[in-house]
């Protein structure tokens, strides 16, 4: 106020006065008698409700301004406990207005005794809340929505407030906990969820009572199990976070958790059978080495008896070299089975030598290199039986060179060996096969009868008997060879047409 | 959990016959205090909490078993069992007048009087019948229910009042006066306002006493007459009393009134 000196304000008529108050609160008054007729009414709820105080003065009961679901209330709980009490507050009320508008309200009452006690008067106070009331059913319907969504999720959610004591459960939290939310509400969180450390089961801290602490999101704790109410324990993932109000102060916490048990479970045997399949491959690979060795040293120690056996049968023959044809041929057998023998020895040694163990070469491996060391090794038989040996343009491969050569010489020297009538003419091919390549090695000899397509790669299958040369290892250590290294070798044969040998390795990148 | 702690059965006052006092739809116990004063000195009194009422033991609740009233006249016979060695006088509030018919029809033995106070046997209007209400009426009432439920958690007990200026009510009494939980509140309703027994009062043999009050919202004066012309050996008492609670608002009236028909018998 400017300029106005106390003296003049004093001056100035005070316009409140109980009455005009009474009539024109921001409020509703009405009183009425113990038995609900009407007495006194003011200005403010007569507007609201579009009567005069006539209409309302001559013999109304408050209840019948009431709807009728509002009457029952009044009638089974309001006026019962104003009653008892003399005291009655904030009950949601609707008035049926004149017009048949409804107005929504929250009332007050209070009653008033005589000097002996006896009640002589009702007085309620009756606030316009339409959208109070409003808000409030909004309100309810989105906390019915929360629970709702709440109780439908499949994650156990527990609220708390800021001192850690639980406000709210869901039914998935009390399905897993074994708490029901009305024994857990005001209990603290620590106290109704008790987390251990899976491996030692060692108390540890709720991450709410974490969270709430640090005012930060506590994120997933590893190898956490949940005691439940009734002593069952189960593993849990679980991660807690602050709640804040709009001015950012913690209100409380917030507790996620799930059962991952059953996954715990599937990864333990996941963990189990790995390692055992780890342990079943060392015993294999232990085998094996042991399997090599072994080869190896029989072979080896075959040998010198079997020289042996050779030498004094030369020697033999030598000395009756020249007695009676039939001991001459029994010691041509002899020494033809011996040397035999040896060369079995020997090839028996060869594939036992295939110790690869399948590692990739570190750098690629020129095929072409290595198809062309393979001729060179076969020349003489090449030359002998006018064999021409043609092939595709090779690519670089992740094979063991050594091994790859050996494969082709195998492969060529197999064609030339199972001729057919005419010379034998061999091309080397390859076909882009996605992660691999495919090579074939197709021929013009004899063919191999379906029946022994398979048994040719295994070790000293021979088809012909002893009648040619060969100890009948060759195919059986390309498939060893070509399987350490991820592949697959077969063949494709037509009788009197000719063969055609398929083996498959990896690209280079 | 027994029968007396599931009902929060209390026993006041003197006397060689039992009267059993049975509380209506929205309330407890409590209703009755100033009818007690007056009965126990020539009365035994037996007072009892609904399951869902008052600090009756709410985990006893089931759905299925109070889904009709005879659930509740059950209740009856079981407390009249426990408590009572003779025939009672049965005095029963709104509902609980239906309820106690229900048990009297079942177990005539047990009853020596009912008092049926505002008694409605059938609250929604039927062809010729006016109970006073329709379905809508009722969809309207748990409206209201839910509206004053606001904010009342499953287990917090809503206080409704405060106890400033009535220090003889300890605060306990007060927590727990008239509380009833919302979900039980909500079924209650349903089961009390949309029953129909009208075909049982016919079966009724025990001796009854109808109290009706003057402008009655929830029992209208029809009511009353249907009850009184469909029950055998009733006496119709219309009270000065105006509304629905005349053992509240008219205590004295009411007392008269029964004391007038038992002192007659």
Redesign the interface.
Request: aromatic share 6%.
């Given at each position: 106020m400017t300029g106005d000196s106390p003296r003049e304000q004093a001056e100035l008529p005070l316009e409140e006065s109980a009455e005009d108050l009474y009539e024109n609160a921001p409020c509703g008054y009405l009183s009425t008698t113990?038995?609900?007729?009407i007495v006194k009414v003011n200005r403010t709820l007569l507007d609201w409700l579009g009567y005069e105080a006539k209409d309302l003065l001559g013999g109304t009961?408050f209840?019948?301004l009431l709807?009728?679901?509002?009457?029952?209330?009044f009638?089974?709980?309001f006026?019962?406990?104003l009653?008892?009490?003399?005291?009655?507050?904030e009950?949601?009320?609707?008035i049926i207005c004149k017009d048949g508008r409804i107005l929504p309200t929250l009332i007050n009452a209070r009653q008033k005794r005589d000097a002996t006690g006896e009640p002589v008067l009702n007085r309620f106070t009756i606030f316009n809340a339409s959208e109070r009331?409003k808000y409030?059913?909004d309100?309810?319907a989105a906390r019915d929505l929360l629970q709702t969504t709440l109780s439908s999720i499949g994650d156990g959610v527990v609220a708390t407030d800021s001192e850690g004591r639980i406000t709210f459960m869901n039914a998935e939290a009390e399905r897993l906990s074994g708490w029901q939310?009305?024994d857990a509400?005001g209990r603290p969180i620590e106290e109704v969820l008790i987390l251990q450390r899976e491996d030692n089961h060692e108390k540890i801290e709720n991450p709410v009572t974490h969270a709430l602490r640090v005012g930060k999101v506590v994120g997933l704790a590893n190898h956490t199990r949940l005691v439940g109410k009734d002593g069952r324990v189960i593993i849990v993932d679980d991660s807690a976070s602050p709640m804040r109000d709009s001015n950012g102060e913690v209100i409380g916490g917030v507790l996620v958790f799930r059962d991952v048990t059953e996954r715990r479970n599937i990864q333990r045997s996941l963990a189990e059978a790995q390692a055992r399949a780890q342990q079943m491959i060392e015993e294999l690979r232990r085998s094996n080495d042991d399997l090599s060795q072994f080869a190896a040293v029989a072979s080896h120690d075959l040998r010198s008896p079997l020289s042996n056996i050779i030498q004094f049968a030369q020697l033999l023959d030598r000395r009756y070299g020249d007695g009676a044809a039939e001991e001459k041929q029994l010691t041509g057998v002899l020494i033809a089975s011996a040397r035999r023998m040896g060369e079995l020895i020997e090839a028996l040694l060869r594939y036992a030598r295939v110790t690869s163990d399948g590692s990739i070469p570190s750098a690629p491996v020129d095929a072409n290199a290595q198809l062309a060391s393979a001729i060179q090794n076969l020349q003489s038989s090449i030359e002998k039986s006018h064999a021409v040996v043609t092939h595709d343009l090779l690519p670089s491969v992740l094979i063991d060179a050594t091994h790859l050569s050996q494969i082709f010489q195998n492969l060529i020297g197999n064609a030339i060996h199972y001729r057919g009538l005419e010379a034998p003419r061999i091309h080397i091919g390859v076909a882009d096969r996605g992660e691999m390549w495919l090579f074939s090695c197709a021929d013009n000899g004899s063919g191999i009868a379906p029946e022994y397509q398979l048994q040719i790669f295994e070790p000293f299958k021979r088809l012909h008997g002893t009648d040619r040369p060969g100890s009948g290892i060759g195919l059986a250590i390309c498939k060893k060879i070509v399987e350490r290294f991820r592949g697959r070798i077969w063949v494709e044969s037509e009788e009197g047409k000719g063969s055609t040998f398929f083996f498959t390795t990896l690209k280079a990148r | 959990m027994s029968v007396i702690q599931r009902h929060n059965i209390n026993i006041v006052g003197n006397g060689s016959k039992t009267m059993v006092l049975a509380h209506g739809f929205g309330c407890d116990q409590i209703m009755w205090r100033f009818l007690t004063p007056e009965f126990e000195k020539d009365y035994r009194i037996v007072l009892f909490d609904y399951v869902g009422a008052g600090k009756s033991d709410l985990s006893a609740y089931n759905r299925e078993k109070y889904a009709t009233l005879h659930g509740y006249a059950d209740d009856v016979l079981e407390i009249i069992d426990q408590t009572c060695d003779s025939p009672v006088i049965f005095v029963g509030h709104s509902v609980s007048s239906m309820i106690g018919v229900l048990a009297a029809i079942r177990k005539p033995g047990a009853f020596e009087n009912l008092i049926l106070v505002g008694p409605s046997p059938c609250y929604i209007n039927d062809g010729d019948y006016i109970g006073g209400f329709n379905r809508a009426d009722i969809d309207g009432l748990l409206q209201t229910l839910a509206d004053n439920h606001l904010g009342w958690s499953k287990a917090m007990a809503p206080i409704i009042m405060k106890n400033e200026d009535r220090p003889e009510l300890t605060a306990e009494l007060a927590e727990s006066f008239c509380r009833t939980d919302p979900e039980i509140a909500k079924q209650f309703a349903r089961v009390t306002f949309l029953s129909d027994n009208r075909a049982d009062l016919a079966t009724l043999t025990v001796p009854s006493l109808i109290l009706q009050c003057s402008q009655d919202s929830i029992a209208p004066d029809e009511v009353g007459d249907y009850v009184h012309h469909h029950v055998a050996q009733s006496t119709f008492v219309k009270m000065k009393a105006v509304g629905h609670c005349p053992h509240l608002s008219a205590p004295a009236e009411t007392v008269q009134s029964i004391k007038r028909y038992l002192s007659a018998l």
């Amino acid at each position: 106020m400017t300029g106005d000196s106390p003296r003049e304000q004093a001056e100035l008529p005070l316009e409140e006065s109980a009455e005009d108050l009474y009539e024109n609160a921001p409020c509703g008054y009405l009183s009425t008698t113990i038995d609900g007729r009407i007495v006194k009414v003011n200005r403010t709820l007569l507007d609201w409700l579009g009567y005069e105080a006539k209409d309302l003065l001559g013999g109304t009961r408050f209840v019948d301004l009431l709807t009728v679901g509002g009457r029952i209330y009044f009638e089974t709980h309001f006026n019962l406990l104003l009653r008892i009490e003399q005291s009655v507050d904030e009950i949601a009320l609707d008035i049926i207005c004149k017009d048949g508008r409804i107005l929504p309200t929250l009332i007050n009452a209070r009653q008033k005794r005589d000097a002996t006690g006896e009640p002589v008067l009702n007085r309620f106070t009756i606030f316009n809340a339409s959208e109070r009331r409003k808000y409030e059913r909004d309100l309810v319907a989105a906390r019915d929505l929360l629970q709702t969504t709440l109780s439908s999720i499949g994650d156990g959610v527990v609220a708390t407030d800021s001192e850690g004591r639980i406000t709210f459960m869901n039914a998935e939290a009390e399905r897993l906990s074994g708490w029901q939310e009305n024994d857990a509400r005001g209990r603290p969180i620590e106290e109704v969820l008790i987390l251990q450390r899976e491996d030692n089961h060692e108390k540890i801290e709720n991450p709410v009572t974490h969270a709430l602490r640090v005012g930060k999101v506590v994120g997933l704790a590893n190898h956490t199990r949940l005691v439940g109410k009734d002593g069952r324990v189960i593993i849990v993932d679980d991660s807690a976070s602050p709640m804040r109000d709009s001015n950012g102060e913690v209100i409380g916490g917030v507790l996620v958790f799930r059962d991952v048990t059953e996954r715990r479970n599937i990864q333990r045997s996941l963990a189990e059978a790995q390692a055992r399949a780890q342990q079943m491959i060392e015993e294999l690979r232990r085998s094996n080495d042991d399997l090599s060795q072994f080869a190896a040293v029989a072979s080896h120690d075959l040998r010198s008896p079997l020289s042996n056996i050779i030498q004094f049968a030369q020697l033999l023959d030598r000395r009756y070299g020249d007695g009676a044809a039939e001991e001459k041929q029994l010691t041509g057998v002899l020494i033809a089975s011996a040397r035999r023998m040896g060369e079995l020895i020997e090839a028996l040694l060869r594939y036992a030598r295939v110790t690869s163990d399948g590692s990739i070469p570190s750098a690629p491996v020129d095929a072409n290199a290595q198809l062309a060391s393979a001729i060179q090794n076969l020349q003489s038989s090449i030359e002998k039986s006018h064999a021409v040996v043609t092939h595709d343009l090779l690519p670089s491969v992740l094979i063991d060179a050594t091994h790859l050569s050996q494969i082709f010489q195998n492969l060529i020297g197999n064609a030339i060996h199972y001729r057919g009538l005419e010379a034998p003419r061999i091309h080397i091919g390859v076909a882009d096969r996605g992660e691999m390549w495919l090579f074939s090695c197709a021929d013009n000899g004899s063919g191999i009868a379906p029946e022994y397509q398979l048994q040719i790669f295994e070790p000293f299958k021979r088809l012909h008997g002893t009648d040619r040369p060969g100890s009948g290892i060759g195919l059986a250590i390309c498939k060893k060879i070509v399987e350490r290294f991820r592949g697959r070798i077969w063949v494709e044969s037509e009788e009197g047409k000719g063969s055609t040998f398929f083996f498959t390795t990896l690209k280079a990148r | 959990m027994s029968v007396i702690q599931r009902h929060n059965i209390n026993i006041v006052g003197n006397g060689s016959k039992t009267m059993v006092l049975a509380h209506g739809f929205g309330c407890d116990q409590i209703m009755w205090r100033f009818l007690t004063p007056e009965f126990e000195k020539d009365y035994r009194i037996v007072l009892f909490d609904y399951v869902g009422a008052g600090k009756s033991d709410l985990s006893a609740y089931n759905r299925e078993k109070y889904a009709t009233l005879h659930g509740y006249a059950d209740d009856v016979l079981e407390i009249i069992d426990q408590t009572c060695d003779s025939p009672v006088i049965f005095v029963g509030h709104s509902v609980s007048s239906m309820i106690g018919v229900l048990a009297a029809i079942r177990k005539p033995g047990a009853f020596e009087n009912l008092i049926l106070v505002g008694p409605s046997p059938c609250y929604i209007n039927d062809g010729d019948y006016i109970g006073g209400f329709n379905r809508a009426d009722i969809d309207g009432l748990l409206q209201t229910l839910a509206d004053n439920h606001l904010g009342w958690s499953k287990a917090m007990a809503p206080i409704i009042m405060k106890n400033e200026d009535r220090p003889e009510l300890t605060a306990e009494l007060a927590e727990s006066f008239c509380r009833t939980d919302p979900e039980i509140a909500k079924q209650f309703a349903r089961v009390t306002f949309l029953s129909d027994n009208r075909a049982d009062l016919a079966t009724l043999t025990v001796p009854s006493l109808i109290l009706q009050c003057s402008q009655d919202s929830i029992a209208p004066d029809e009511v009353g007459d249907y009850v009184h012309h469909h029950v055998a050996q009733s006496t119709f008492v219309k009270m000065k009393a105006v509304g629905h609670c005349p053992h509240l608002s008219a205590p004295a009236e009411t007392v008269q009134s029964i004391k007038r028909y038992l002192s007659a018998l």
